[in-house]
Every structure is written in C-alpha cells, then in structure tokens.
C-alpha cells in the first residue's frame, strides 16, 4: 500500500512512494523512471511496517510497482493501473506540470 505526496521543486516533483509491509525485510521502488533496477531506489523502513522513498520525478506518467522481498506487489492504495506483458498490472503515476 502507498501514499504518494508532492512538494513542487522547479520542473521536478519530489514524491514519496509509501508501503505498508509487515515483516517485509526488503522493499524496493521499481518503476520505468529508474529503467526498473533492483538497485537505484531501496526504500527504508520508518516505523509501524512503514517503507518510504522519495525521488524527484519530471512531469509525465509512470509506471512501478514494489519488490517486496523478491516478490512484486503492485500499490494498492492507487486504483491507477495498466497491464503489463508479464500478465500482471503495473501501477500508474502521473506528474503534471503546474
């Protein structure tokens, strides 16, 4: 589950992706804006099962999801989603400009 908040930065946003995971002990941001590594944005965990991470994003629509300990999870507190060729859905963001 997340929550995505935005803070206006220039051109750029700064958004924080949430996940409620109990007992998770890796969680990890994929999505196309880090070319979907498994190494560019590991969350960190803050309390009550909480992960967060915060990156800056430039206007436009996204697709992510978690890895939560080797698993994928897609972000259940968005109801934007596409499927992806994995037969799965990936979750959706959209940055706009102001």
Not at 14 to 19: A, G, P, Y
Not at 43 to 52: C, D, F, H, K, R
């Given at each position: 589950m997340?929550?995505?908040?935005?803070?206006k930065t220039t051109e750029n946003q700064?958004?924080?992706?949430?996940?409620h995971a109990n007992h998770a002990k890796e969680v990890i941001l994929m999505g196309d804006?880090?070319?979907w590594s498994p190494t560019t944005h590991p969350?960190?965990?803050?309390?009550?099962?909480?992960?967060?991470k915060s990156v800056?994003?430039?206007?436009?629509k996204y697709e992510y999801k978690f890895k939560v300990d080797g698993q994928w999870v897609e972000d259940a507190n968005n109801?934007?989603?596409c499927s992806n060729c994995f037969g799965t859905c990936n979750s959706i963001i959209e940055i706009r400009k102001d």
């Open positions: 997340s929550k995505k908040h935005s803070k700064q958004i924080t992706f949430t996940l804006f880090n070319e969350m960190e965990l803050n309390g009550n099962s909480t992960w967060q800056m994003l430039s206007p436009g109801n934007q989603s």
